[in-house]
């Protein structure tokens, strides 16, 4: 396709290139994700804009929308249209609009997640399929004890709340939506990789990039850090092998929870 030839040198690519967070998150949601030609869908919480452009790759007419005008504007950036920005409470699309929706890192952000989720049964189809990607609640992980003590808060995430449990997500989505299957993912090892990240950007981005959903790279920083970029790297395929160790403790519950549910 010559679309995804002429992202090929984009920034976003080149993260998500390097991101073994948001490759894992992808592989999930396109586990779940039905099959998408000749349907109308939408993205909330695309974030950089990288997982809005590659479901834009499974066919069908996609809309994006985020939080923030950064984000709508790096969302936009990379896929052009349908991208809006929305406080999460009051959608700004149609009744009975979307076949199917993902809900991408978005929840934990917004005060009304219960409203969202009326919103979004409002803006879909009957019977459309809702994808629900969030933090995996888990008070006594000792990987949350860690990120607490190296600052990385849930408000330095930009977060409202630290996760849902499957029943969490159960008891909001009731009488709206009914879930079909749950599963979670990144475990131990790609957890612990993340948090090694999730510090060096934090460190290393200025003042006034923490929005609402916490950091937001941009192209004009990666530019500016092309040589520490080029560093990690180097260092990329070993952290990839360290975060394949999680196939080893695949009996244990990740960090990340996605659940699939349908329109009632």
């Known amino acids: ?22 490759q894992a998150k992808l592989g999930a949601l396109l586990r779940f994700l039905p099959p998408c030609a000749g349907k109308v869908c939408l993205d909330l919480g695309g974030d950089n804009g990288i997982i809005s452009y590659l479901l834009r790759q499974r066919g069908g007419t996609w809309h994006s929308a985020d939080l923030s005008e950064q984000a709508v504007e790096s969302i936009r950036a990379l896929v052009h249209s349908n991208v809006h920005q929305t406080d999460g409470v009051a959608l700004p699309f149609p009744d009975e609009t979307f076949h199917v929706a993902i ?33 995996h609640l888990k008070k006594r992980s000792p990987l949350r004890r860690l990120r607490n003590l190296l600052g990385l808060t849930d408000e330095q995430h930009g977060h409202l709340r630290p996760g849902y449990t499957v029943q969490g997500l159960q008891a909001l989505l009731e009488g709206r939506f009914a879930v079909r299957a749950a599963c979670t993912y990144s475990r131990f090892f790609s957890e612990l990789i993340d948090i090694a990240i999730s510090r060096g950007c934090a460190a290393s981005v200025p003042e006034g990039s923490h929005g609402g959903k916490g950091v937001l790279i941009t192209g004009n920083q990666l530019a500016k850090r092309e040589k520490q970029f080029r560093l990690y790297s180097f260092f990329y395929p070993f952290m990839w092998l360290v975060a394949r160790l999680d196939t080893l403790i695949f009996f244990t519950q990740g960090h990340r929870l996605i659940v699939r549910s349908v329109k009632m």
């Open 1 to 22: 396709m010559h679309e995804t030839d002429g992202a090929a040198g984009n920034w976003h690519v080149r993260l998500f290139k390097k991101s073994i967070a948001k």
């Open 103 to 135: 809900i991408i890192d978005f929840l934990e952000h917004i005060r009304g997640d219960r409203r969202c989720i009326e919103e979004l049964h409002r803006a879909m189809k009957p019977g459309g399929v809702l994808i629900i990607n969030v933090p």
